[in-house]
């Protein structure tokens, strides 16, 4: 005869949610963030304490996470076709989008996409990045050259000769505004600038109000 258990509860003491039939706590933790929860939200839907969703980084994520992650995004070719937002998001930037434009473009809402870096951003699109250089053939390598020929650019420039019947000669002159576009994206990318944001858009309307003008900013 089977005997019923009894679950007796601490006032206080926190109550960690059962995990589902066949998945362990950390799997449920990747699922919730495939499906766009932020880590807090996903650790404690996962069954995990107050105290390690918190601080997530150092209590939950590690090996484990990161081979899970790296199994939710390595599809294969009869798997789901359908994108994660994540991989939209990735696939925005990779366009040129903004990173507000990719993250509202890739279906996250608006008070998300106002802080991508912390509300987004993390080991998915970190692994996914890093999957799609790997896919291009692109290595940091590679980036770093590129960089080095930006910031060395030189445009050609017509030197009149001065002198009648005397063709002009083209110099090579030091390119300071492609430059100057290479030592910012660089400081983007060690992380030194604030991220770019989209101008908002502004309406002003003139109306004429007797002999004055009134203008209105909409």
């Known amino acids: 005869m089977a005997t019923a258990r009894c679950l007796k509860v601490i006032p206080g003491a926190e109550v960690q949610q059962e995990a589902q039939p066949g998945k362990n706590r950390y799997e449920l933790y990747v699922d919730g963030l495939m499906d766009g929860k932020t880590k807090s939200q996903a650790a404690l839907a996962a ?6 969703a918190r601080h ?13 992650l790296h199994k939710a995004l390595t599809r294969e070719p009869s798997g789901e076709v359908a994108k994660s937002r994540y991989e939209l998001y990735v696939a925005g930037l990779m366009d040129g989008k903004t990173k507000r434009r990719a993250a509202l473009d890739a279906g996250f809402p608006a008070k998300r996409a106002d802080h991508p870096t912390t ?9 996914l990045i890093r999957k799609a250089m790997a896919h291009a053939g692109i290595t940091l390598n590679i980036l770093a050259e590129k960089m080095r020929e930006g910031l060395d650019a030189v445009r050609p420039q017509v030197v009149a000769s001065g002198e009648r019947g005397k063709a002009a000669t083209v110099q090579m002159i030091a390119d300071f505004e492609t430059r100057l576009k290479y030592v910012q994206q660089l400081f983007k990318m060690l992380g030194a600038v604030e991220p770019e944001r989209e101008a908002q858009e502004v309406r002003v309307n ?13």
């Open 206 to 218: 003139i109306v004429a109000v007797g002999a004055r003008e009134d203008v209105v900013v909409q």
């Open 119 to 127: 509300r987004i951003e993390g080991p998915i699109t970190e692994m």
């Open 56 to 68: 997530p980084g150092r209590s939950i994520e590690g090996p484990v996470t990161e081979a899970l």
């Open 47 to 52: 069954g995990f304490s107050k105290n390690q």
